[in-house]
């Protein structure tokens, strides 16, 4: 049995999966009835959940871009990354910089069975892929400096993906992958917030089988830039951030974040 075979049989179709969720209210189509259901039912709970869901990969793209272009970075550590989606980090950054080098980092054995489709770098760039759990951030480090020159600035990003952890644990998580960087580097943040709407989405996603998503204060979130300068404008509503001419006027959701400078 090869790698890629075993990494598939160990994928459950039958039970809801967090990847395959997320891809479903995102409008991928790499999902299944079950992921479809459990995405249904904590849309019962906060109609909004779809609204936020695409503003945190309108974000991404919007943060990468500017890091690319404005800031110059050429070097991207993503974390969490999930299954592939159109306007990842690699195909905005690289539309930017041809020559930036990206590295995705998941622990999912459904993420690495699709890790061929986020290994689409551009001619002149570099993409490549980390196999762990985010919670080694020593080791994803150092894996990731095989194909990061980490003696440069690096953009780390945390897109909808810190609420698997717990909110303290999370903000001292940050503080180690950002201590592996240098001066110049940037860390992207965006996480769910606090309210009695999201609190009920919360309890709807706990029903499925897959790992629970735990929401956050506000000051849960900004206290993982301690330190750092924040980009304008600041911290805030991610369909706020930055918005292009298409997006201006977007309503606020409730999934917060920044861009801020080591």
Same mark, same amino acid.
């Given at each position: %049995?090869?790698? $890629?075979?075993?990494?598939? &049989?160990?994928?459950? *179709?039958?039970?809801?999966? *967090?990847?395959?969720?997320?891809?479903?209210?995102?409008?991928?189509?790499?999902?299944?009835?079950? !992921? $479809?259901?459990?995405?249904?039912?904590?849309?019962a709970s906060y109609p909004q959940t779809r609204d936020l869901a695409r503003a945190s990969r309108a974000f991404q793209a919007r943060a990468v871009r500017y890091l690319a272009d404005e800031a110059g970075i050429t070097q991207f550590l993503d974390i969490g990354t999930g299954l592939p989606v159109q306007n990842s980090t690699h195909e905005v950054a690289q539309s930017i910089q041809p020559k930036a080098r990206i590295v995705y980092v998941d622990n999912d054995p459904l993420v690495l069975a699709h890790a061929r489709?986020?290994?689409?770098?551009?001619?002149?760039?570099?993409?490549?892929?980390?196999? &762990? !759990? %985010?919670?080694? &951030?020593?080791r994803v480090l150092q894996e990731a400096s095989r194909t990061l020159d980490?003696?440069?600035?690096?953009?780390v990003m945390v897109l909808s993906t810190l609420g698997h952890v717990?909110?303290?644990?999370?903000?001292?998580? %940050?503080?180690?992958?950002?201590?592996?960087?240098?001066?110049?580097?940037?860390?992207?943040?965006? !996480?769910?917030?606090?309210?009695? $709407?999201?609190?009920? &989405?919360?309890?709807?996603?706990?029903?499925?089988?897959?790992?629970?998503?735990?929401?956050? $204060?506000?000051?849960e979130i900004v206290a993982s830039a301690d330190g750092m300068e924040l980009v304008d404008p600041g911290f805030g509503s991610i369909s706020l951030w930055r918005p292009s001419l298409s997006e201006d006027g977007a309503e606020p959701v409730d999934q917060w974040g920044f861009v801020a400078r080591k």
């Open positions: %049995m090869t790698e $890629q075979t075993e990494l598939e &049989a160990r994928i459950r *179709s039958g039970v809801p999966h *967090s990847a395959r969720v997320w891809n479903y209210w995102i409008g991928g189509k790499d999902h299944y009835p079950v !992921d $479809q259901e459990l995405g249904d039912q904590v849309i489709a986020l290994l689409t770098s551009a001619p002149d760039g570099v993409t490549d892929y980390v196999h &762990a !759990d %985010m919670l080694e &951030a020593e980490m003696t440069q600035p690096v953009a717990e909110p303290r644990a999370g903000i001292d998580l %940050m503080r180690r992958y950002m201590a592996g960087t240098v001066t110049g580097s940037y860390l992207v943040l965006c !996480d769910t917030i606090t309210t009695p $709407q999201t609190l009920a &989405a919360q309890e709807a996603y706990a029903a499925g089988d897959t790992p629970p998503y735990l929401v956050r $204060q506000p000051e």
